[in-house]
């Protein structure tokens, strides 16, 4: 069974930086797009970033670009989100999720949370002063 499970949740303070980490066991780590999404209260889960199987290939939202940095180590199957000068509108649960790039669809990059076939039980992060 594949299992995500995120680390890092936390209260900081507008402009400062923190990063999550999600750790996958089961199945084979290398063969998985992995993603980042977050649900605000009231919100529909939205996109964050992606990252292709060797890591050599990201995408992000248009409101964290710039600002946020998705990257990974297969060695420790492990996925990062790096969140740089944080506003308050990034106050959300953070998701991590992971799609086989081989099975169908194939793809080595998506945006879209119907892709991903497993899923973390979130992190809390809170932006605030």
């Known amino acids: 069974q594949v299992q995500l499970q995120e680390s890092g949740p936390g209260l900081v303070k507008p402009s400062q930086t923190l990063s999550l980490t999600c750790t996958v066991s089961?199945?084979?780590?290398?063969?998985?797009?992995m993603g980042w999404f977050r649900q605000a209260p009231g919100k529909e889960r939205e996109f964050v970033a992606t990252?292709?199987?060797?890591?050599?290939?990201?995408d992000y939202a248009d409101s964290v670009k710039g600002r946020f940095t998705i990257s990974r180590d297969n060695g420790k199957k492990t996925v990062y989100l790096q969140m740089n000068s944080l506003k308050p509108e990034a106050t959300a649960d953070y998701y991590c999720?992971?799609?086989?790039?081989?099975?169908?669809?194939?793809?080595?990059?998506?945006?879209?949370?119907?892709?991903?076939?497993?899923w973390g039980q979130g992190t809390q992060v809170t932006v605030s002063s």
């Open positions: 089961g199945g084979s780590f290398n063969y998985y797009v």
């Open positions: 999720a992971a799609k086989n790039a081989f099975l169908t669809p194939p793809m080595y990059l998506t945006t879209q949370r119907s892709d991903y076939a497993y």
């Open positions: 990252i292709s199987r060797g890591g050599g290939n990201t």
